[in-house]
């Protein structure tokens, strides 16, 4: 069971009194465009499902699939377009062929062999016992956030990709930590009446109830209870002086871990809102990308205990904690400390892995040679567009038999 918060005898009565009320005064608060995290957001545009389609051409008998079976798959595989427009728009990932031998063939796709290669250094990486390691225990402290220590494994699903999870995590990676996790009976029903099932800590560990503030605190010889969020505002962004000095009052709360339950306290309270404000710092932390869709947040947030508008209030209230982006037609939630402008300050293995593959995204064929995309000058006296073509030429590649690049 987790345990339950008490005020250390170190706070003021002040602090004691002031959890049960709210003084946050009534004033707007704007919404300022961060370029350089938009920037990260159309980074990895599209990368998300085109993994999810490589995973799914490795995982046929030979790596490859007839695009017809792949085309009823776009809603699963998140595709912006059709199955076709995707594959074309990225000749340096997939390779659509003709399958020889056969009379009036239907087109295939497989990878690229740069692609491949980058899949088999991606497994291996995969494979790696301190990486699995890592990988158990941001899961398990997730779980931790949840009051009964477990959460329905469609909610786990909704982090899969931004936890670095294996596609097929509940075959290959619960097993070997049974004394982490187990499968369990969520205790209630689906809309359909189907036994909802969900992902269970076999028991609280201490050694992971330490959040990415505390530690931060034990590395800067602070009190772990005292600890300050850090605040980034970006460039043109100006907080009305009573804000400022509501805020600084508020940084002065005592901080109360995510991993603690802290319900009892009045909802609408400035105490209450910063232990929900290092919830959400917390699942963050978390993540590789150290961002999420902001409606991810949002459903797990409910589960845990906590409304849509107290979570929607504490992104609002802290731009400087927090931003959120608008970019590709949905809204990401970043945690603004962990950037410099648009790079992560700390990439995780599997988030270089990621960019690998964008990097491979942005090249397009040229008679048969990738180039980077996005270039614009000459080169031997021919002239290029944009995206390296040479005027008039038309770049999409040709579907053969066995030919690659």
């Not at 003084?23 to 545009?45: G, S």
């Not at 990368?47 to 999810?52: E, V």
């Not at 909802?267 to 710092?281: C, L």
């Not at 970043?334 to 293995?349: C, D, G, M, S």
Request: hydrophobic residues 40%; proline residues 6%; glycine residues 4%.
């Amino acid at each position: 069971m987790q345990p339950l918060l008490h005020f250390t005898p170190a706070a003021s009565h002040y602090h004691r009194h002031r959890q049960l009320i709210r003084t946050f005064i009534n004033a707007r608060i704007k919404w300022v465009r961060d370029p350089y995290l938009d920037t990260a957001i159309e980074k990895e545009k599209n990368l998300k499902p085109l993994l999810l389609l490589k995973t799914l051409i490795i995982s046929q008998p030979f790596q490859t699939i007839p695009l017809s079976t792949v085309s009823p798959l776009k809603p699963h595989l998140h595709l912006p377009t059709t199955a076709q427009k995707f594959i074309e728009k990225y000749p340096s990932i997939f390779k659509m062929f003709l399958p020889p031998g056969k009379t009036m063939p239907l087109p295939h796709v497989k990878l690229t062999p740069k692609a491949l290669s980058l899949h088999h250094e991606e497994t291996l990486m995969l494979r790696l016992s301190h990486y699995r390691k890592d990988v158990a225990e941001r899961l398990a402290k997730l779980l931790m956030l949840a009051r009964g220590l477990k959460i329905p494994l469609d909610l786990i699903d909704l982090f899969k990709y931004d936890l670095g999870l294996p596609h097929d995590y509940l075959l290959t990676l619960l097993p070997e930590f049974p004394e982490y996790f187990q499968i369990s009976d969520m205790g209630f029903r689906d809309s359909s009446g189907n036994v909802v099932l969900g992902l269970e800590l076999v028991s609280w560990r201490k050694e992971l109830a330490i959040s990415a503030m505390e530690k931060r605190a034990q590395s800067e010889g602070e009190s772990k209870s005292r600890v300050k969020f850090l605040m980034n505002l970006p460039r043109g962004f100006d907080l009305e002086k009573r804000v400022m000095e509501w805020v600084e009052d508020w940084q002065n709360l005592p901080y109360i871990s995510p991993y603690e339950n802290a319900f009892h306290l009045v909802s609408n309270s400035d105490q209450a809102e910063k232990w929900a404000v290092g919830v959400i710092h917390e699942l963050l932390s978390l993540l590789l990308s150290k961002k999420t869709e902001r409606e991810n947040i949002f459903r797990l947030g409910e589960f845990l205990g906590f409304t849509r508008l107290r979570f929607k209030k504490a992104l609002v209230h802290f731009p400087g904690i927090f931003y959120v982006s608008n970019k590709i037609r949905m809204q990401t939630v970043f945690l603004r400390e962990k950037y410099k402008k648009n790079l992560l300050i700390e990439r995780h293995p599997l988030m270089g892995m990621r960019y690998k593959y964008i990097n491979l995204m942005n090249r397009v064929l040229r008679r048969g040679k990738p180039i980077r995309s996005g270039f614009v000058g000459r080169k031997k006296g021919n002239s290029l567009s944009k995206g390296g073509r040479r005027k008039g030429d038309d770049n999409r590649y040709s579907i053969d038999d066995e030919n690659d690049e």
